[in-house]
């Protein structure tokens, strides 16, 4: 036992152990997060309860049960809920998901079993997803188009229906469209022109003839909005030509413009694979749509671009700064106090709170460089800021000075890792110090180099806090790439998932709602980073098979 012990093997196997354990619970938590993020697209059963109030009267409600739990039956007594002596030690109670917000006081309601009468699965119950106000769940009475009840039979109800909201999502989109691009692109020109105009005078420039062309410029662009105007209010005047009416649980008969709805469906009456067809399309519109009702609805699409353009933007300014830095301290500079000094404050830069880098963030690069630029080149926006403001530039500046660190002792440990005699004997060819360095030393150096990208991504795509001085918004009007010149606009604010998680998480005023859009994305945020570093990964492999003879 004693050789067995000097041999190191049980040291050996408590570190595969506990290497064994942590990956175990990297990999459960993943999962869990995946379960309770992914099952919130999957068509739950919508359920029609028949509910007795105080006075023993029954009344209708219909929803989903969004949560269980079990209720000791002294812990009710003791709340003030009466009628429970004859009951159980235990009870039940569902959380219900009710939707129709306009008409309930709150869309999620604790439910005792004791007050539940009768639960039944209704066939025919539909759910519609909305613009605004949530869910609406309830029974097709009819469809109307201007106001006038359309002959359908009830058969074929759900048919008509897709069709009708197919339409009104079309003509949806072309609204969007005309706003974002052709309207958008002329609100764009027309504050160019006043900037210009103002910028003229402002310089003395400004003459008679001038303002003339420039009024003459923005005349045809005010003509070209209001002939866009009259077509948007057309497409708008088109998509309120239909309605659903539908009966919802009280027994009232309601009205639902199809401008307003998204979608339906009727969970309740689809087979297996038609829920795993819905889901699969739920999850796309998580992905590709933009956030609605706070945040609690909707998808995430903006908050993917800004947080892989952000990072993206990150690594190309930190890869140069930290290659540059290391090289020049492993290469060039001396064997002295202040080179040892240099590099005792990188390694503690790494130790710094991120918050206190996005002070910096916002002190440095927003306030001084970004409102001297404005004075320089934007002087007739002002007071309005430019680049004076948050903006995605900012953010990508200020984690790329709080992952420098890592790249450059990832870098340096790579270079130190390289042969003298490589070195050597470039320089016994002929080769000068320079070529040498580019040609041999830095692709040999490339997999190194990839480690501290690798990391520094992943530190960067998780950041939160400095983020929130220098340039991160709740919700942003537009992407920081569009049609308009000069198309990457670097000043813009932007969304970021990690943001987006806190914000869905702590900061929503519906709390039961948003709690399975807390897992989703966090689990979408976790697969982005994953995603980006495999890139990484397989792009340092490649780089480690490509300069392996070179070692050799």
Do not use: C
């Given at each position: 036992?004693?050789?067995?012990?000097?041999?190191?093997?049980?040291?050996i196997?408590?570190?595969?152990?506990?290497?064994?354990?942590?990956?175990?619970a990297?990999?459960?938590?993943?999962?869990?997060?995946?379960?309770?993020?992914?099952?919130?697209?999957?068509p739950?059963?919508?359920?029609?309860f028949?509910?007795?109030?105080?006075?023993?009267?029954?009344y209708?409600?219909?929803g989903?049960?969004?949560?269980?739990?079990?209720?000791?039956?002294?812990?009710?007594?003791?709340?003030?809920?009466?009628?429970?002596?004859?009951?159980?030690?235990?009870?039940?109670?569902?959380?219900?998901?009710?939707?129709?917000?306009?008409?309930?006081?709150?869309?999620?309601?604790?439910?005792?079993?004791?007050?539940?009468?009768?639960?039944?699965?209704?066939?025919?119950?539909?759910v519609?997803?909305?613009?605004?106000?949530g869910?609406?769940?309830?029974?097709?009475?009819g469809?109307?188009?201007?106001?006038?009840?359309?002959?359908?039979e009830?058969?074929?109800f759900?048919?008509?229906?897709?069709?009708?909201?197919?339409?009104?999502?079309?003509?949806?989109?072309?609204?969007?469209k005309?706003?974002s691009?052709?309207?958008?692109?002329?609100?764009f020109?027309?504050?160019?022109?006043?900037?210009?105009?103002?910028?003229?005078?402002?310089?003395?420039?400004?003459?008679?003839?001038?303002?003339?062309?420039?009024?003459?410029?923005?005349?045809?662009?005010?003509?070209?909005?209001?002939?866009?105007?009259?077509?948007?209010?057309?497409?708008?005047?088109?998509?309120?030509?239909?309605?659903?009416?539908?009966?919802?649980?009280?027994?009232?008969?309601?009205?639902?413009?199809?401008s307003?709805?998204?979608?339906?469906?009727l969970?309740?009456?689809?087979?297996?694979?038609?829920?795993?067809?819905?889901?699969?399309?739920?999850?796309?519109?998580?992905?590709?749509?933009?956030?609605?009702?706070?945040?609690?609805?909707?998808?995430?699409?903006?908050?993917?671009?800004?947080?892989?353009?952000?990072?993206?933007?990150?690594?190309v300014?930190?890869?140069?700064?930290?290659?540059?830095?290391?090289?020049?301290?492993h290469?060039?500079?001396?064997?002295?106090?202040?080179?040892?000094?240099?590099?005792?404050?990188?390694?503690?830069l790494?130790?710094?709170?991120?918050?206190?880098?996005?002070?910096?963030?916002?002190?440095?690069?927003?306030?001084?460089?970004?409102?001297?630029?404005?004075?320089?080149?934007?002087?007739?926006?002002?007071?309005?800021?430019?680049?004076?403001?948050?903006g995605?530039?900012w953010?990508?500046?200020?984690?790329?000075?709080?992952?420098?660190?890592?790249?450059?002792?990832?870098?340096?440990?790579?270079?130190?890792r390289?042969?003298s005699?490589?070195?050597?004997?470039?320089?016994?060819l002929?080769?000068?110090?320079?070529?040498?360095?580019?040609?041999?030393?830095?692709?040999?150096a490339s997999?190194?180099?990839?480690?501290?990208?690798?990391?520094?991504?992943?530190?960067?795509?998780?950041?939160?806090?400095?983020?929130?001085?220098?340039?991160?918004?709740?919700?942003?009007?537009?992407?920081?790439?569009?049609?308009?010149?000069?198309?990457?606009?670097?000043?813009?604010?932007?969304?970021?998932?990690?943001?987006?998680?806190?914000?869905?998480?702590?900061?929503?005023?519906?709390?039961e709602?948003?709690?399975?859009?807390v897992?989703?994305?966090?689990f979408?945020?976790?697969?982005?980073?994953?995603?980006?570093?495999?890139a990484?990964?397989?792009?340092?492999?490649?780089l480690?098979e490509?300069?392996?003879?070179?070692?050799?």
């Amino acid at each position: 036992m004693g050789k067995w012990f000097k041999s190191g093997t049980p040291w050996i196997w408590m570190t595969g152990g506990a290497v064994s354990l942590s990956l175990i619970a990297v990999i459960g938590l993943f999962i869990l997060i995946g379960w309770r993020g992914l099952s919130f697209f999957w068509p739950s059963t919508v359920y029609q309860f028949d509910m007795l109030d105080k006075q023993g009267q029954q009344y209708k409600v219909i929803g989903e049960i969004y949560d269980t739990e079990s209720v000791l039956k002294d812990q009710l007594i003791a709340a003030g809920v009466t009628g429970l002596e004859d009951k159980e030690d235990t009870l039940q109670r569902y959380l219900i998901k009710i939707g129709n917000r306009e008409y309930v006081d709150l869309d999620f309601q604790w439910v005792l079993e004791t007050i539940i009468a009768d639960k039944t699965i209704p066939k025919d119950v539909v759910v519609f997803e909305r613009t605004k106000n949530g869910n609406f769940y309830g029974y097709i009475e009819g469809i109307q188009e201007n106001g006038q009840a359309v002959t359908v039979e009830k058969s074929q109800f759900k048919d008509e229906l897709q069709k009708r909201v197919e339409r009104s999502l079309a003509l949806k989109g072309k609204e969007e469209k005309l706003l974002s691009a052709d309207i958008g692109h002329i609100n764009f020109d027309l504050e160019k022109i006043r900037l210009k105009k103002r910028k003229l005078d402002m310089d003395g420039l400004l003459t008679a003839e001038k303002i003339q062309q420039l009024d003459k410029e923005s005349e045809l662009l005010r003509n070209e909005y209001l002939v866009l105007e009259e077509q948007l209010f057309t497409y708008r005047k088109q998509a309120q030509r239909d309605s659903v009416l539908v009966r919802d649980m009280s027994g009232r008969s309601v009205i639902l413009p199809m401008s307003s709805v998204l979608d339906f469906y009727l969970p309740n009456d689809m087979a297996f694979f038609t829920k795993v067809k819905h889901w699969f399309h739920q999850v796309g519109k998580f992905i590709s749509d933009d956030p609605r009702e706070a945040n609690t609805e909707g998808g995430v699409f903006p908050a993917i671009f800004g947080t892989v353009f952000m990072v993206m933007l990150m690594a190309v300014i930190v890869t140069p700064f930290g290659v540059v830095a290391a090289i020049y301290l492993h290469e060039y500079a001396g064997k002295n106090n202040i080179t040892k000094f240099i590099r005792i404050a990188v390694i503690n830069l790494a130790g710094v709170p991120s918050i206190v880098y996005g002070v910096f963030g916002l002190g440095f690069f927003v306030y001084i460089v970004g409102g001297s630029i404005d004075e320089l080149l934007y002087p007739a926006a002002l007071p309005a800021p430019t680049f004076g403001s948050p903006g995605v530039l900012w953010s990508a500046l200020t984690l790329a000075i709080l992952t420098l660190p890592v790249v450059i002792v990832s870098t340096e440990e790579g270079l130190s890792r390289i042969p003298s005699s490589l070195r050597e004997g470039s320089l016994a060819l002929g080769a000068t110090k320079s070529e040498t360095l580019w040609r041999i030393i830095v692709p040999m150096a490339s997999p190194a180099i990839m480690t501290g990208l690798i990391l520094a991504v992943a530190r960067a795509a998780g950041e939160v806090a400095p983020l929130m001085l220098v340039g991160v918004v709740k919700m942003a009007p537009t992407l920081p790439v569009d049609g308009n010149f000069p198309f990457l606009h670097l000043e813009r604010k932007f969304m970021h998932l990690g943001f987006h998680i806190y914000d869905v998480g702590f900061q929503s005023p519906n709390i039961e709602a948003a709690r399975p859009l807390v897992y989703a994305t966090s689990f979408l945020l976790v697969t982005v980073i994953i995603g980006l570093n495999l890139a990484a990964i397989a792009i340092r492999n490649n780089l480690r098979e490509k300069y392996r003879a070179l070692e050799h």
